[in-house]
């Protein structure tokens, strides 16, 4: 994996970012892990939950954004 190929953002808690056909949002969460979050994902059909280390989010979200663009 090349980071230069990748968009890094840096994201607020409970901020969502908007795709073509989703948006996700960062729930600040209580974890041993620090920084750690849950991502929702909000589509059409469905809401997913996701219990994340903020730096695992930064990598989805770039991965995220790569795959809205195609």
Known sequence: M?????????VQY????KF?????????TTHSVPLSAAIVVYTKDELLSFMLAIPLIKMLVSILKQTSKN
């Open 20 to 28: 073509k056909n989703f948006k996700i949002e960062f729930v600040q």
């Open 14 to 17: 409970k901020n969502p970012i």
């Open 2 to 10: 090349n980071p230069d190929e990748y968009d890094f953002r840096k």
